[in-house]
């Protein structure tokens, strides 16, 4: 496997475990509850992730498909990628960012079913990655609405940023709702 590829798909695996660890943090009967009236549940938080994965997975499909129909050729790099975009802001909490109405999580979402359908996006990007293996994927590019034109390891990159941003915040949810179990065994 390219070298960059391994990189890539090692920080997605790094991400999902991560995410996987702040699910679990969140009790079973209260990843469907939202801890704020403005907020998202962490399985609506899940669902965006679900989104947002699976139409880059489209993408990426498409484009690397294109590109070995047009005979892209190798790629001769094999230097890092993961820091060629800002991770750390795509991550940062500290910025609101507010998803437009296609990219947001439908009200009643249950916590078991959309963590299957994100394993499963998972699944379908891995294989759409493989596919473009030791192709110059650095070569192939597509707008994002914030970060403008990227390529497409910095596409794998970002699926990766985002969920750290939404990990967080899933620990957030957690923190909260075991901060109002400690408060709630305190006063009785």
Known sequence: MHPRI??????????????????????ANRREERPGAD??????VLEHLAIIEGRVTQMVAAKIGAAKASGLGPDPETSSIVDSIDRKR????????????????LAETEATAVWSTLQQSRTRLREAVVAGDGLALSEIKHAHPVLGLINLYQWLVFVGSHEARHTAQIQEIA?????????????T
Do not use: C, M
Request: proline share 5%; no cysteine.
């Open 6 to 27: 391994q990189e890539v798909l090692e920080y997605l695996d790094s991400t999902r475990s991560d995410l996987s660890n702040a699910v679990e943090a969140v009790s």
């Open 39 to 44: 907020r998202w549940s962490a399985a609506e």
């Open 90 to 105: 795509i991550a940062d909490r500290s910025r609101p960012v507010t998803a437009p109405d296609l990219l947001r999580p």
């Open 175 to 187: 923190r909260e709702f075991d901060g109002h179990s400690i408060a709630k065994a305190e006063a």
